[in-house]
């Protein structure tokens, strides 16, 4: 009989669109950091069938989110920004129901940068889709700079699951992004913030675990403060199908 304790928690990761029809594509340091944090990564393609998708929930202890583009602003009823780049329908449709349907398991949920945002738009909250046009906008760089990640500063709540683990009120992080949370949605809480105000970090502290952070964290894996952001879910998967 296997031994509960010993097995890796299988953690499912979605994965991108390639650049070709029927093509799919991952970042490995999101597989790597589920690795080093004890986990064992399963990527997880759009385009399978609502039976399929059910079994591999069935089969997954916890779920990550994985960056990539944007979302349709109709889903928070904006107009369309000329910034903004469009995800596939495809896989906007199959992450919204794929969050929806862990989240109603209780499932722990960890989200990185386009994760925060469909987290969001999935609980009703809206984005920004262009910071440099709006009011938040600072000397803060938030994207990257000919292909290179920008840097700032992330104040924490000092007594949110992120804020504890980290041990520090204020972190380095990277920043790729051009895109953030604006209204927050339903139960979900901003628990970090970059100086200039943009939010990002959230947590829904009624779930088992469910954090989502505007930051790239797999591109960081040499810092323990950023590995610690994946072993939190990996942690809070244990366990979970026991």
């Not at 495809?90 to 349907?101: C, G, I, K, N, V």
Request: proline share 5%; charged share 25%; glycine share 10%.
């Amino acid at each position: 009989m296997s031994n509960p304790v010993a097995r890796r928690p299988v953690i499912g990761v979605t994965i991108d669109g390639g650049d070709k029809p029927g093509r799919r594509q991952i970042q490995i340091n999101y597989l790597r950091a589920i690795e080093l944090a004890g986990g064992l990564p399963w990527p997880i393609g759009f385009g399978l069938s609502d039976k399929t998708t059910e079994l591999l929930l069935e089969q997954m202890d916890g779920l990550l989110l994985s960056g990539g583009d944007d979302l349709h602003p109709a889903l928070f009823n904006q107009p369309l920004h000329p910034q903004t780049h469009l995800i596939s329908k495809q896989r906007q449709d199959f992450e919204l129901d794929l969050f929806d349907r862990a989240a109603s398991r209780d499932m722990p949920i960890l989200g990185v940068c386009l994760g925060l945002q469909l987290i969001n738009v999935a609980r009703g909250g809206s984005l920004i889709q262009f910071l440099p046009d709006h009011d938040r906008a600072s000397a803060v760089e938030h994207r990257a700079v000919n292909g290179v990640d920008s840097c700032h500063g992330l104040e924490l709540h000092g007594q949110s699951v992120l804020g504890r683990r980290l041990g520090a009120q204020e972190v380095q992080v990277n920043s790729s992004h051009k895109q953030a949370a604006d209204r927050i949605g339903k139960n979900l809480q901003a628990v970090g913030w970059s100086q200039d105000q943009v939010i990002e970090a959230v947590e829904d502290p009624a779930k088992r675990f469910l954090l989502a952070v505007q930051w790239h964290p797999e591109r960081m894996l040499d810092q323990p403060r950023q590995r610690d952001c994946f072993a939190l879910l990996v942690e809070a998967a244990r366990g979970f199908r026991v």
